[in-house]
Antibody, heavy 118, light 111 residues
Framework: EVQLVESGGGLVQPGGSLRLSCAAS????????MNWVRQAPGKGLEWVSY????????YYADSVKGRFTISRDNAKNSLYLQMNSLRAEDTAVYYC???????????WGQGTTVAVSS | QSALTQPASVSGSPGQSITISCTGT?????????VSWYQQHPGKAPKLMIY???KRPSGVSNRLSGSKSGNTASLTISGLQAEDEADYYC???????????FGGGTKLTVL
């Protein structure tokens, strides 16, 4: 079964850090570029970051640039998001997703919740 | 990069057809045939329903269709069913480091 499972979310104080993980199974992870997408409570989807198969190209949304770092370990079939200097507005469910044909995101994880609050 | 513009809500009765619009700019929707649509039920992860403007992934109902004209993409659902009630998001490739931009989402209610 093709599956993505996120972990690492939790409650953190403003200014703190968290590292999210996304474990892939059921497909050849190293052949897929990956995205992180987030959804604040009651709000829409927001693209966060993109990484190509061998990490040669990485992009970030302006809202997280300089604070978040995306990475992957193809040997471990895993995607990561290191989040530093967290703000209240980073509170959201964070999803990892594969980037398929024509940039369609065809496999999504179930999401992990990040809450930034004092 | 501003979000793509979608109506906040649309509704229709079972069996009817509805269309959700997604308006961008010449920098995103208007420049690339790389628009995708996602369905999201409450508390669930999004699901890809349309990619490359009008292509359906395997397993997605042929009651869904996509199109594009200029800076506006559209998703049409025909033969509405209760299970279609969900939030729908469009997404367009925007090139370079902007990468992709989502619409604000449309809540579809099946009356």
């Amino acid at each position: 079964e093709v599956q993505l499972v996120e972990s690492g979310g939790g409650l953190v104080q403003p200014g703190g850090s968290l590292r999210l993980s996304c474990a892939a199974s059921g497909f050849t992870f190293s052949t897929y570029s990956m995205n992180w997408v987030r959804q604040a409570p009651g709000k829409g989807l927001e693209w966060v970051s993109y990484i190509t198969t061998w990490s040669s190209t990485i992009y970030y949304a302006d809202s997280v640039k300089g604070r978040f770092t995306i990475s992957r370990d193809n040997a471990k079939n895993s995607l990561y998001l290191q989040m530093n200097s967290l703000r209240a507005e980073d509170t959201a469910v964070y999803y990892c997703a594969t980037v398929g044909n024509a940039y369609g995101m065809d496999v999504w994880g179930q999401g992990t919740t990040v809450a930034v609050s004092s | 990069q501003s979000a793509l513009t979608q109506p906040a809500s649309v509704s229709g009765s079972p069996g009817q057809s509805i269309t959700i619009s997604c308006t961008g700019t010449s920098s995103d929707v208007g420049s690339y045939n790389l628009v995708s649509w996602y369905q999201q039920h409450p508390g669930k992860a999004p699901k890809l329903m349309i990619y490359e403007v009008s292509k359906r992934p395997s397993g997605v109902s042929n009651r869904l269709s996509g199109s594009k004209s200029g800076n506006t993409a559209s998703l049409t659902i025909s033969g509405l069913q209760a299970e279609d009630e969900a939030d729908y998001y469009c997404c367009s490739y925007a090139g370079g480091s902007t990468f992709v931009v989502f619409g604000g989402g449309t809540k579809l209610t099946v009356l």
